[in-house]
């Protein structure tokens, strides 16, 4: 049976099918609605025995003795050697329009020898932005989404012990000063900038409210006039807005995956009538050494003899005829013909692209 080697995305549909409707909350950014990222530097304590090395990250004793001391315990030149504490870095993303006393998640993650983080519980941290100042503290138990246990001779690991989460695990104490109310003109950024979909949007925003209330800049701007919504406030208008329905235009793109030799085509993937030949060139190499000993009560010694096998063997197509193809099916149709594997498939459409037979944006990752 032929290996799958591709893996489509997309519906095989009619040439003269239409893509779906998606809503405009999903297309594009709206100005001023956004999050900020935080991140701060805390201990995690209470591990079985899988903390930090302290003579490995004096960083962890650090910041151990200063939590210590802000709680009135002096450790001043004491020299403690705990191995169920960890360091680490703390991240969250603050939600547009969070108020004082809502709670985020947060992502905790080791930055010392640490080897799990499975049963800690992070020590109150403090999170803060680019500006520098505080805006949530976290605290909880961290869920570690790994495993990892080790022996004298052999040691096992299962996903990323070093890394959890905390559900709810921040606690805002800042807000962000956002007016959105005084925003007289909306931008509407596309997350896949198209001048054919940017001017679609502004088609259908038009269309909608049945009077001029978006222009296009560009392709990845469409401006819209609150005041002409006629609605009560920018957050109305905007409520009104994300769920318009728009057809996006999306261009034609291969997305290649060299490390799984994963290949994922769009639906408007054409390719031009082309001949092509493939072949695999095999070099074996078999060692097999022979020993050599002297005669009995001979004066001599043992030696061993290289003996060394090399064959090449080149397994090859002859020229394959690729046809026109105008859908998707008739590509994969086409592609599948030449009868070789994912790893080959990557480097044929390399050289179709570079041919000029293949009509398609390459993104290799």
């Known amino acids: 049976m032929r290996m799958l080697w591709i893996l489509v995305l997309t519906c095989l549909m009619p040439t003269l099918a239409v893509a779906s409707p998606i809503r405009l909350k999903d297309l594009v950014e709206f100005d001023g609605v956004r999050g900020n990222d935080l991140v701060g530097y805390g201990l995690v304590v209470g591990l079985n025995g899988t903390g930090d090395g302290l003579r490995n990250s004096p960083f962890t004793e650090e910041i151990m003795t200063n939590i210590l001391e802000r709680l009135g315990v002096n450790v001043t030149g004491e020299r403690f050697r705990p191995n169920n504490v960890a360091a680490v870095l703390v991240t969250a993303v603050l939600p547009p329009f969070s108020r004082v006393g809502s709670q985020i998640d947060v992502t905790v993650s080791a930055i010392g020898d640490s080897k799990s983080l499975l049963g800690g519980t992070l020590i109150m941290t403090p999170l803060k932005a680019a500006d520098g100042q505080i805006y949530a503290v976290s605290q909880g138990t961290v869920l570690a989404g790994g495993a990892s246990a080790e022996g004298d001779a052999a040691s096992l690991v299962t996903g990323v012990p070093t890394s959890g989460i905390i559900p709810s695990g921040a606690r805002v104490e800042r807000e962000i000063e956002f007016d959105l109310a005084s925003i007289g003109t909306l931008r509407l950024a596309l997350r896949d900038p198209?001048?054919?979909t940017a001017l679609r949007i502004?088609?259908?925003?038009?269309?909608s409210f049945g009077r001029a209330?978006?222009?296009?800049?560009?392709?990845?701007?469409?401006?819209v006039d609150?005041?002409?919504t006629r609605a009560a406030s920018t957050a109305h208008a905007i409520g009104r807005l994300e769920n318009i329905l728009v057809e996006p235009e999306r261009k034609a793109r291969i997305v290649i995956d060299q490390r799984s030799g994963t290949i994922v085509m769009g639906d408007d993937v054409r390719l031009s009538r082309v001949a092509v030949s493939q072949?695999?060139?095999?070099?074996?190499v078999e060692e097999a050494p022979l020993v050599v000993q002297p005669n009995p009560f001979a004066d001599g010694e043992t030696v061993v003899v290289p003996r060394t096998d090399v064959a090449l063997e080149e397994d090859g197509v002859s020229l394959a005829e690729v046809p026109e193809s105008t859908t998707l099916s008739e590509v994969v149709a086409g592609l599948n013909a030449l009868g070789v594997s994912p790893r080959d498939m990557i480097d044929i459409l390399k050289s179709l692209k570079a041919a000029g037979a293949l009509h398609a944006e390459f993104v290799i990752r």
């Open 194 to 196: 198209d001048f054919t």
């Open 202 to 207: 502004e088609s259908e925003l038009n269309r």
């Open 213 to 223: 209330v978006a222009v296009m800049r560009d392709s990845g701007t469409v401006e």
């Open 226 to 228: 609150v005041g002409a």
């Open 279 to 284: 072949g695999n060139l095999t070099i074996k």
